[in-house]
């Protein structure tokens, strides 16, 4: 992580899982952790996602943390930041927290939302982990994730090296959520692996670009929006998927015609109900099979 030397960095952020539930009901995008918590982990970049069951979502919701944790807070627009230790108020983090608001929303040409989004910060995986274990769901044994219920939006994460890597991804899919609760599983993630990455990358990715390039070498490169908008169970989304659904939001944000043609899908997605295919949009641009060589042509670049 470059250009940013108050948060150590020593490797990239690991595999990732991911659960969702139905709108109104749960959401959660974790981060699995390679720190000594005694967590396990794929070995890949993402590991498989899971679906909360629906008699787990009471526990899911639970993480609301308590004694015996000293608390400090720090208001900043629509964020209320928890801290188990003192972060200052004009710390370089918090900056990059709330600027992402104007980042995420500014390419999705969407109102901000003034629905308040708690983040809780912990100062490392285990302290986390005393509350997310009291709910006896292992897909809480996290380093960080997402949790939307019907009356909040709640983003948790330990102070680790990928602590700024984190907090990017979750705080994006809660400031995507903040406006609009049902967007299609590959634009929210892609839309989240694009702003993970420091702002100066302008969402370039090197670890799915190195992947995805491998895969195009390998002649397994499936670039099919149509396969990535019909994965609709988090349980579903793999390695490649979170990597495509990367490289389909840079391409569509790389040029003025198609980031518009972005920003109008998503300001018309329903907010209950099977949202729309992003296709047919396409098709005015041109044929699929012209663009999809078009998105396989940004893996030359950086």
Same mark, same amino acid.
């Given at each position: 992580?470059?250009?940013?030397?108050?948060?150590?960095?020593?490797?990239?952020?690991?595999?990732?899982?991911?659960?969702?539930?139905?709108?109104?009901?749960?959401?959660?995008?974790?981060?699995?952790?390679?720190?000594?918590?005694?967590?396990?982990?794929?070995?890949? $970049?993402?590991?498989?996602? +899971?679906?909360?069951?629906?008699?787990?979502?009471?526990?899911?919701?639970?993480?609301?943390?308590?004694?015996?944790?000293?608390?400090?807070?720090?208001?900043?627009? #629509?964020?209320?930041?928890?801290? /188990?230790?003192?972060?200052?108020?004009?710390?370089?983090?918090?900056?990059?927290?709330?600027?992402?608001? /104007?980042?995420?929303?500014?390419?999705?040409?969407? /109102?901000?939302?003034?629905? =308040?989004?708690?983040?809780? $910060?912990?100062?490392?995986? +285990?302290?986390?982990? #005393?509350?997310?274990?009291?709910?006896?769901?292992?897909?809480? #044994?996290?380093?960080?994730?997402?949790?939307?219920?019907?009356?909040?939006? +709640?983003?948790?994460?330990?102070?680790?090296?990928?602590?700024?890597?984190?907090?990017?991804?979750?705080?994006?899919? !809660? *400031?995507?959520?903040?406006?609009?609760?049902?967007?299609?599983?590959?634009?929210?993630?892609?839309?989240?692996? *694009?702003?993970?990455?420091?702002?100066?990358?302008?969402?370039?990715?090197?670890?799915?670009?190195?992947? @995805?390039?491998?895969?195009?070498?390998?002649?397994?490169?499936?670039?099919?929006?149509?396969?990535?908008?019909?994965?609709?169970?988090?349980?579903?989304?793999?390695?490649?998927?979170?990597?495509?659904?990367? @490289?389909?939001?840079?391409?569509?944000? %790389?040029?003025? &015609?198609?980031? &518009?043609?972005?920003?109008?899908?998503?300001?018309?997605? =329903?907010?209950?109900?099977?949202?729309? %295919? $992003?296709?047919?949009?396409?098709?005015?641009?041109?044929?699929?099979?012209?663009?999809?060589? #078009?998105? !396989?042509?940004?893996?030359?670049?950086?």
């Amino acid at each position: 992580m470059s250009g940013y030397d108050w948060v150590k960095s020593g490797r990239g952020h690991g595999p990732r899982a991911n659960a969702g539930a139905a709108a109104r009901g749960v959401w959660l995008w974790a981060a699995i952790s390679l720190s000594a918590v005694g967590l396990t982990c794929s070995g890949c $970049l993402h590991s498989t996602l +899971r679906t909360i069951p629906a008699d787990l979502r009471n526990a899911a919701s639970a993480p609301a943390p308590s004694e015996p944790l000293e608390w400090h807070r720090v208001d900043r627009g #629509q964020l209320a930041i928890h801290t /188990t230790f003192y972060l200052p108020p004009t710390h370089p983090l918090i900056e990059e927290m709330v600027n992402l608001r /104007t980042d995420v929303l500014e390419v999705l040409r969407a /109102t901000p939302s003034t629905e =308040p989004i708690q983040v809780y $910060l912990f100062r490392n995986p +285990r302290e986390l982990a #005393q509350i997310t274990q009291r709910t006896g769901d292992p897909i809480l #044994q996290r380093r960080a994730y997402f949790l939307q219920t019907p009356d909040a939006l +709640r983003v948790y994460a330990a102070w680790t090296y990928d602590v700024a890597v984190d907090l990017r991804h979750e705080l994006t899919h !809660a *400031y995507i959520h903040s406006v609009q609760p049902q967007v299609p599983l590959w634009l929210d993630e892609g839309l989240a692996e *694009y702003f993970e990455v420091p702002r100066a990358e302008v969402g370039r990715h090197p670890l799915h670009s190195q992947y @995805l390039r491998q895969r195009q070498l390998d002649g397994g490169l499936d670039l099919s929006l149509a396969r990535l908008e019909s994965l609709r169970d988090p349980a579903t989304f793999a390695q490649a998927d979170y990597a495509q659904s990367w @490289l389909w939001v840079r391409w569509l944000l %790389s040029r003025t &015609e198609t980031a &518009e043609l972005l920003a109008e899908y998503f300001a018309n997605l =329903p907010k209950v109900g099977e949202p729309a %295919s $992003l296709l047919p949009r396409l098709a005015a641009i041109g044929p699929l099979a012209d663009i999809e060589a #078009q998105v !396989a042509g940004g893996l030359v670049g950086p």
